[in-house]
């Protein structure tokens, strides 16, 4: 069992439609068919929602995807109408809330790896395969790869892990032109993100896309390269053979199996709130990251 420790009960707002609360973000739809999109301070890991929010990252996601979807409009549009917060919404929506267009999602998550880690490390491991393509012999955890991979997944509910698949099955769900499409855009989007990190100190290992159509042009959604979505290593501490330093929630996933927090994570009980010194160290990550890339002091 996994999911929310206790999921929050969605915000009520005039003229606006409550459609879904996701592991970070709560969807509505406003009267004029907009999505309207507020990013929470929750955050995930384990496969579960955590009872502990972490200041401010909300809006610090909100800001960095705004920034990076300015970053790649010239190479792919994107769903982004307006940050203003709708009339009667909470006050601290402000910061928090991307208003977006109504799109006909794509039922993929489009990964991009340019290195070694995570589910393509044990598939690596297992068979010299990332999404049943053919890597070489002598790789190892956090090996740059010999060139960017799309390595698409299938969605998976709140609580379940997306399922890699091999691109032959994404071309059978979305058809032969949208899959290669997909995997066009996904790629060129990694290149671009992974040279702007580049030149600031950073490696994007990976990250993941969501893609809609707009009538029938293919649109980037969601989030987009933030450390939620993304592993983003420092570059001067790389070292292939061993798990990299990121800026992300890994001070979270650390405790949490560790003895300090009691959790038995095979127990199926929902884990533990955070202590503040964890909390004040995940933090201190999210904002490490958007100062790096964006160039901007979050204070």
Known sequence: MSGFVEKPEPVQVPHLTHLHTGKVRDLYQNEDGDLVMVASDRVSAHDWVLPTAIPDKGRILTKLSLWWFDQLADLIPNHVLGTDVPEGAPADWEGRTTVCKSLRMVPVECVARGYLAGSGLAEYEASRTVCGLALPEGLENGSELPGALFTPATKAAVGDHDENVA???VARQVGPEAAAELRQATLAAYDRARDIARDRGIILADTKFEFGWDGDVLTLADEVLTPDSSRFWPADQWQPGR?????????????????????DRASEQPPPPLPEEVVTATRARYIEAYERLTGVSWA
Not at 249 to 257: A, E, G, N, S, T
């Open 167 to 169: 691109y032959e099955e």
């Open 243 to 263: 798990s990299q330093p990121s800026f992300d929630k890994q001070p979270i996933r650390d405790w949490l199996v560790s003895p300090e927090s009691g959790w």
